[in-house]
């Protein structure tokens, strides 16, 4: 019953350090997201996936890169973070544009 | 681009009292809309879907209900608990695009 998995949860990095942010659904979705979360700015669309093979940039994609791996896996990399990148990230699948969307936990960045 | 508003950002309320989560947004051209719940540290759990055709879903205690022509929405709770303390979002989709907008939350205390 595992549904959007994240890893890592909490992570620490160095301005200029690089890493990527993993996510996999086990629920056969097509579309895929990744969103940052900032106090009193709610959620912001970085990047998603309409189906295997296709992204797109959203709203925010300045300084991130993301890869569908496949049908399951979508990763968010940040090349050279920044500490305007600390943030909580997270991953949301849904079966296609209409559908109930489903969240991940959350994966907490700060980039000193 | 899709303005989506949440008033109050925060409301304390005693237990078993009725109360109302306002949603408002600026572009009526919306697919559909839902409505989330989060916990401190968690993700965000999805409570109702409304297509733009519907007017409202309901959910045990949970009333969701649309009026995409005056661009509001409202989340009905009966009987609150003090589990029902968390931050809830709603969130809407436009016909065009591929994302979801989502308003700053209600903070919801139920206090026992």
């Known amino acids: 019953n595992a549904g959007v998995t994240q890893t890592p949860k909490f992570q620490v990095l160095k301005t200029g350090q690089s890493m990527t942010l993993q996510c996999a659904q086990d629920?056969?979705?097509?579309?895929m997201y990744w969103y940052r979360q900032d106090p009193g700015m709610g959620l912001r669309l970085i990047y998603y996936?309409?189906?295997?093979?296709?992204?797109d940039k959203g709203e925010v994609p300045n300084g991130y890169n993301v890869s569908r791996l496949n049908k399951r896996e979508f990763s968010l990399r940040l090349e050279s973070a920044a500490p305007s990148q600390t943030s909580v990230y997270f991953c949301?699948?849904?079966?296609?544009?209409?559908?109930?969307?489903?969240f991940g936990e959350g994966s907490w960045l700060t980039v000193v | 681009k899709q303005e989506v508003t949440q008033i109050p950002a925060a409301l304390s309320v005693p237990e078993g009292e009725n109360l109302v989560l306002n949603c408002s947004f600026t572009d009526s051209a919306i697919y559909n809309l839902q409505w989330f719940r989060q916990d401190p540290g968690k993700g965000l759990t999805s409570l109702l879907l409304?297509?733009?055709?519907?007017r409202e879903q309901t959910s045990g205690r949970l009333n969701a209900s649309l009026d995409k022509s005056s661009g509001r929405s409202t989340l009905y709770i009966a009987a609150s608990q003090p589990g029902d303390s968390a931050t809830y979002l709603c969130?809407?989709?436009?016909?065009?695009?591929?994302?979801?907008?989502f308003g700053t939350g209600t903070s919801l205390t139920v206090i026992p």
């Open positions: 996936s309409a189906s295997e093979g296709t992204t």
């Open positions: 949301a699948s849904q079966e296609g544009y209409g559908n109930t969307i489903y």
């Open positions: 409304i297509q733009s055709s519907q």
């Open positions: 969130a809407v989709s436009l016909n065009t695009g591929n994302q979801f907008y």
């Open positions: 629920m056969n979705h097509n579309s």
